[in-house]
């Protein structure tokens, strides 16, 4: 059990090490910005990065978001269809 133990917490630390496990992280920032003088309806803008590429795209509906963040998990060998997630 100890050895479990000390064996995740390693692959904690350094996740890069480990041969199984497969990721892609993303920095997404959304916002509010309002729609002119006087709009009472604010847009809402967002922008998603890939940590590990460095790409960078901005959206406006949440298709846009998810069909980059497929396109690059594609493009990093993580099969969308292996993975239980939304859309």
Request: charged share 30%; net charge positive.
């Amino acid at each position: 059990m100890d050895q479990i133990i000390r064996e995740d917490q390693n692959a904690r630390r350094h996740p890069h090490k480990s041969r199984h496990l497969r990721y892609a992280s993303f920095l997404i920032r959304i916002w509010q910005e309002s729609g002119g003088t006087g709009s009472q309806n604010p847009r809402w803008r967002g922008s998603v990065e890939s940590i590990q590429k460095g790409q960078k795209e901005h959206f406006t509906d949440m298709e846009a978001l998810i069909r980059f963040i497929r396109k690059v998990s594609q493009e990093l060998g993580i099969s969308w269809d292996e993975r239980k997630c939304i859309a």
